[in-house]
């Protein structure tokens, strides 16, 4: 019975972990400046995924140095102590794990190449797009509705990197190729 189930779960499991990880991380409850969703705890899950899933691409330690970014800088937020030296790694950390996770994709799954890298992309033109607006809107008056733009786009964009995260974990992937070092 534990072999049918075993065989059953993706070698890619580990990503649905890693979606609901990143939930808990984009989901801000506050009362009095107090997040009662513990970014903490989301960044925990998606470090423990990338590191299970390390073996299987090396972009997965790229995403595992993001999750580590984004744990350290989440501890204080978590507790109401914000500012650009805590937001900006944390929006880095956040866009490379995106970036590096759909790049494994690309190479893992071959059948979600188009989406992992248009998410990918998006992302990444959105966080720089996003940075140069609201550089903008902090000398300008009126491009506050370009801010909330953005914001909303860069939501979608993240809600579609969720949704390629859990049907990707369900999927099986060829087995890593053997390097020299493998082979007996």
Do not use: Y
Request: contains cysteine.
């Amino acid at each position: 019975m534990g072999e049918k189930l075993a065989g059953a779960l993706s070698a890619l499991w580990p990503l649905r972990t890693m979606a609901q990880g990143l939930l808990l991380v984009i989901i801000d409850i506050r009362i009095q400046h107090i997040d009662l969703v513990p970014d903490p705890i989301g960044w925990v899950m998606a470090l423990v995924a990338a590191q299970r899933l390390m073996a299987r691409h090396a972009a997965f330690r790229a995403v595992l140095a993001a999750c580590g970014v984004g744990l350290v800088c989440s501890l204080p937020d978590w507790v109401g102590v914000t500012g650009n030296l805590l937001s900006v790694p944390t929006a880095v950390a956040e866009t490379v794990v995106v970036f590096a996770t759909c790049h494994a994709i690309l190479a893992l799954l071959p059948a979600r190449r188009g989406t992992a890298n248009a998410v990918r992309w998006w992302d990444l033109g959105l966080l720089l797009v996003g940075w140069l607006v609201v550089a903008l809107a902090r000398r300008e008056q009126g491009v506050d509705a370009a801010v909330v733009v953005l914001a909303l786009a860069q939501l979608a964009v993240f809600v579609c990197f969720v949704v390629l995260l859990f049907g990707a974990s369900k999927e099986h992937p060829p087995p890593p190729a053997k390097t020299l070092q493998q082979i007996p």
